[in-house]
Nanobody, 116 residues
Framework: QVQLVESGGGLVQAGGSLRLSCAASGSFFSIFAMGWYRQAPGKQRELVAHIDSAGLTNYADSVKGRFTISRDNGKNTVYLQMNSLKPEDTAVYYC??????????WGQGTQVTVSS
């Protein structure tokens, strides 16, 4: 069993920054990929950022140049640095990991609210 614990969400003014963290623990051999989705009220969940085991990343067009995903393999943790936040970034952010023989595991979600 794999558990993900997210932290770092909160309320911030437009133009501000937040850093999300997601730490994985439990029974897994390794982690292929890690990432973040988000879901705003009334909208579908969308991929925000993804990072694979080689450190290759991809981002939603809406966050390119503002968000940075990174991972610390020693700590089994993925981060999302969010700068120049906009009100439209308001959503619940969910982290995930993809691990061999386990598949995808999701975090519980953390609320990010950006006020105008």
């Amino acid at each position: 069993q794999v558990q993900l614990v997210e932290s770092g969400g909160g309320l911030v003014q437009a133009g501000g920054s937040l850093r999300l963290s997601c730490a994985a623990s439990g029974s897994f051999f390794s982690i292929f990929a890690m990432g973040w989705y988000r879901q705003a009220p009334g909208k579908q969940r969308e991929l925000v950022a993804h990072i694979d085991s080689a450190g290759l990343t991809n981002y939603a067009d809406s966050v390119k140049g503002r968000f940075t995903i990174s991972r610390d393999n020693g700590k089994n943790t993925v981060y999302l640095q969010m700068n120049s936040l906009k009100p439209e970034d308001t959503a619940v952010y969910y982290c995930y990991i993809d691990a061999p023989f386990v598949g995808r595991t999701w975090g519980q979600g953390t609320q990010v609210t950006v006020s105008s």
